[in-house]
Nanobody, 123 residues
Framework: QVQLVESGGGLVQAGGSLRLSCAAS????????MGWFRQASGKEREFVTA????????YYADSVKGRFTISRDDAKNVVYLQMNSVKPEDTAVYYC????????????????WGQGTQVTVSS
């Protein structure tokens, strides 16, 4: 059974940094693309970033481009989201997701989801 567990969320001041982690188990992690999504209160879940199975391809939403970085450590079965220069509008529950595809998927079409971790950015 696949499990994804996010960690690293919390309260951060605007302009600060935070690193989220997502630990995966129960599946050959290195074979599939991974993604990060977020859902602010009262809004729909939205794509943030994704990384291909090899790590060679990444894609970012325009709202986070240049500030967030996704990376993966296949030896540890972990995917990271480094968040720099955060803004109050980044406040949301952040979810990691495991794809059934090797390449980046920009939609919500992922097989497995974590439980989410809250990120709150104060102004």
């Amino acid at each position: 059974q696949v499990q994804l567990v996010e960690s690293g969320g919390g309260l951060v001041q605007a302009g600060g940094s935070l690193r989220l982690s997502c630990a995966a188990s129960g599946r050959t992690f290195s074979t599939y693309a991974m993604g990060w999504f977020r859902q602010a209160s009262g809004k729909e879940r939205e794509f943030v970033t994704a990384i291909s199975w090899s790590g060679s391809n990444t894609y970012y939403a325009d709202s986070v481009k240049g500030r967030f970085t996704i990376s993966r450590d296949d030896a540890k079965n972990v995917v990271y989201l480094q968040m720099n220069s955060v803004k109050p509008e980044d406040t949301a529950v952040y979810y990691c997701a495991l794809s059934r595809y090797r390449q980046v998927v920009l939609s919500l079409d992922y097989d497995y989801w974590g439980q989410g971790t809250q990120v709150t950015v104060s102004s």
